[in-house]
């Protein structure tokens, strides 16, 4: 071994100092003390040197175990002061790196100090008085106190403190072990929240909660639980779980046996409980934990859920029953046009052949652009369906009119659910029967009210023509019996031709009589539609004549009666008795209504219309006009003259019944042809038109 100079011979002594220092507990309270320590270290260590230099001789036990133990001291991860106990106020006479890492007090600021100052402020501590009791009985105690770092912050120090006697039993010193439990005890606070903040969500938690070991044996329970059986929480912790003498306790013990004998992790079932007498609906789910070796359990009572599901299962099945059996076609849509519900009607009128429970969630956004060719109006079709869907309103009875004739009945209504839209209900009904049911409910009505005027007017007609024959034939009838009174009496003082003039008194009113019934007949028939034109062939022109000269004598020539004809009228094909009604009447007015002697003329036509411009044949007609210079109709009066019994106003001092204008449009009618008047002040005008060659009508 090389010898080192005497440089390094010194540093080495140094070191082993220097060690031997470190390692030895320093005896701050006592400087002289101190000093011959150093001084009797410092030569031990340079004896040891020496030795190891020359010998190398080994250490002894005793020696290698003293500083075995000082460098434990030094490298615990533990503070460790030791305080003299023989001193006023404990100074620290020891501190460990350690405690120096944990504290950030140096030893040189903490010798000779008691330990106090590390609680600082905070002497809200009950573990003080604790330690404090220890240290005045000179016992050993462990308590965890809040102290203050020298930079001011917080860690909790767990110590230990253990007495120190001498060999007399005297206490000399106080060894103190920290340990910084900062970390733990945050830890545990947090863990304590966590569990504070499990026990609120579990009470809370509107369900029975339990854990329980495989043991069968509760860890713990919400308050819920323990309510249900009127106990607090805290007497089910370690109790069998079947302890109460509840049908549902047993219930509860037997399939949680089967669980935890079970290879399964989890199990959800519903259950039946009886809880205050009533059976209640439960679901219940556990799970295992902790290698199987506990579970967790959650009751939840679904009584209500159950019944709802109950309810809106019965709902749903009437509602599906309803739909089924409805005549109608329902499609109920979100509001992302995706099928809802839809019933068979729907599938049959739109020719959808999947079956209504496969359409539910199809997307029928495309629905009125593959339908529209089924309505009449395809485009309208889709533009209404767009305009609806948009507007969001309800649409009720709105009709569309199919390809094929049909009438369907339309019915709109959004769904809204608290004002937020969420789809809508379309519904169609086929109306088709129900339409044409209208269509023909409103002929009869109309043929129902065409007969109520009918039977209207054929009342007035009646009631009319009671007062016409009352009137009119009145006098005739009077006359007759005058006459024949006056016969019967007075006939043989008369001569020949007073009676004669008397007969042919009786025989005129007769004959007016029977001219006013034959009226009347003609009407009735005309008015029951049984007047019927059978024309035969016949020389009009003649007809004419020879009915002017008629008409002439019977009035005695007092008027004369101008006729003159055109075109040939030789060959006609009229009904000859229905002609003579139309003229015998017009004529007739025409010289009743007018002053003696006033000019009457009579024209006949017969001629072709001319219809156009081209040179087409057109209709033949012929043509009566009877025209005369007398008292003229009053304006407003003229279209009612051809109604039974109407007589103008003007007209009233002239005897008539008013019927004669009504046959002639009757017989005019029956000829398929037309009859005007004219008259403008003074005089009147008929002009008659028949077609030749037309069907006749039944009129
Ligand atoms: P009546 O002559 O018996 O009263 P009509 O039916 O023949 O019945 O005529 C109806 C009414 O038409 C007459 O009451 C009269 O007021 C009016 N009338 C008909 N012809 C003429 C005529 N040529 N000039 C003026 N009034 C006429």
Redo the contacts with the bound molecule.
Sequence with gaps: MAIAPPGVFFNNALGYFLSALDATMVLQSDVEVWQWFALLMGAIALFFWLRQRRFSPPKTAWESNVHLRDRALAASCNGIVISDARQPDLPVIYVNPAFERITGYSAAEVLGKNCRFLKGSDCDQPELTQLRAALQAGKPCIVILRNYRRDGTLFWNELSISPIYDSSGTLTHFIGIQTDVTERKQFEAALQQAKDQMRAILDAVPGVVSWINSDLRYIEVNRHLAATFNLPPEDFVNQQIGFIKHRSSAQFAELMAHFFASSTAEISQETVVEVDNQERNYLLVAQKYDRDRAAFSVGIDITERKQAEEALRATTSRLTALMANLQASVLVKDEWQRVVLINQTFCDTFGIATPPSELIGTDFSEFSEQQKCRFAEPEKFVQRWTEILKNRQVVTNEELLLADGRTFERDYVPIFVEENYCGNLWMYRDITQRKQAEKALLVTQEELRQALAKEKELNELKSRFISMTSHEFRTPLSTILSSAELLEHYRHKWTEEKQLSHIQRIQIAVNHMVHLLNDVLIAGKAEAGKLEASRTRLNLEKFCRELVEEIQLSSQNQHEIAFSCQGKCTDCYLDEKLLRQILS??LS??L???PLGSAVTFQLACQELTVDNNCSQGEQVVIFQ?Q?Q????PVG?REL?FDSF???T??SH???????????KRCVEAHGGQISVN?TGVG?T?TVTLPMAVEDRKI
Excluded: C
């Design positions: 009447n017009l007015n025409a009743k209504y007018s009877i005369d007398g008292i003229g109709i009066e003259l109407y007589r103008a003007n007209a002239i005897p008539g019944t008013g019927l004669g204008l009504t046959i002639v008259s009147t008929f």
